[in-house]
């Protein structure tokens, strides 16, 4: 499985775009990149997965450069209730097993 | 159901004693995950079942940690003479491998469990 790494923690205001970077150095290549989301007292949710360039949906844009070895969520103009913790994954497609690292945190501030 | 439910949702406790925590996974859902996270930690791997079987309990803190599942669906973890360290959310995950999003795992409301 392999190893991630992402800040802590991070703060920025409403109304800004959150760039959170994870790096994956020995990510494989039947490796996927998958972000969840977790707020307060409630379980991770599902919120984007890529494999390599740019994914986007109506939550987040992932972009993955062509070594693959970061990733780099987006979150456009946050809003206070986008303050969570979000988890960054590296798994092979074939594992049941995924690993949740300690995250980063995100504040949103006024 | 539509979701993952989990039972109960609190569960005070005495130090010695045995608790149960109960899993009802998404319908359907074939794998099945245990996490631990304690206050303003990160999440951490207990157990996955696939089907009835546990490939992999390496994350299982001790002996008096075990689970089960029955039927390909419902989980119970079972933690045996609780200690005070065992205090933290309990959270189940299910997924279906393979089938659309690689291994999106959809998550319970989780278990508190606070031994006094």
């Known amino acids: 499985l392999a190893k991630t790494t992402q800040p802590i923690s991070m703060d920025s205001y409403e109304g800004q775009e959150v760039n959170i970077t994870c790096s994956h150095n020995?990510?494989?290549?039947?490796?996927?990149i998958t972000w969840y989301q977790q707020f307060p007292s409630q379980g991770p949710r599902f919120i984007i997965q890529?494999?390599?360039t740019k994914v986007t949906n109506e939550v987040a844009s992932l972009f993955i450069p062509a070594d693959r070895k970061s990733s780099t969520l987006s979150l456009p103009r946050v809003s206070l209730s986008d303050t969570a913790v979000y988890y960054c994954?590296?798994?092979?497609?074939?594992?049941?097993?995924?690993?949740f690292g300690k995250g980063t945190r995100l504040h949103i501030l006024p | 159901g539509a979701g993952v439910s989990q039972s109960p949702s609190n569960k005070v406790t005495e130090k010695g004693k045995d608790v149960e925590l109960r899993c009802d996974p998404i319908s359907g859902h074939t794998a099945l995950y245990w996490y631990r996270q304690s206050l303003g930690q990160g999440l951490e791997f207990l157990i996955y079942f696939q089907g009835n079987s546990a490939p992999d309990k390496s994350g299982l803190p001790s002996d008096r940690f075990s689970a089960e599942r029955t039927g390909g669906s419902v989980s119970t973890l079972t933690i045996q003479r609780t200690q005070q360290e065992d205090s933290a959310v309990y959270l189940c995950?299910?997924?279906?491998?393979?089938?659309?999003?690689?291994?999106?795992?959809?998550f319970g409301p989780g278990t508190r469990l606070t031994v006094l």
């Open positions: 994954l590296v798994g092979d497609v074939r594992d049941d097993k995924i690993i």
């Open positions: 890529g494999y390599k």
């Open positions: 020995n990510i494989a290549t039947n490796d996927y």
């Open positions: 995950a299910s997924s279906s491998p393979g089938q659309g999003t690689y291994n999106e795992q959809f």
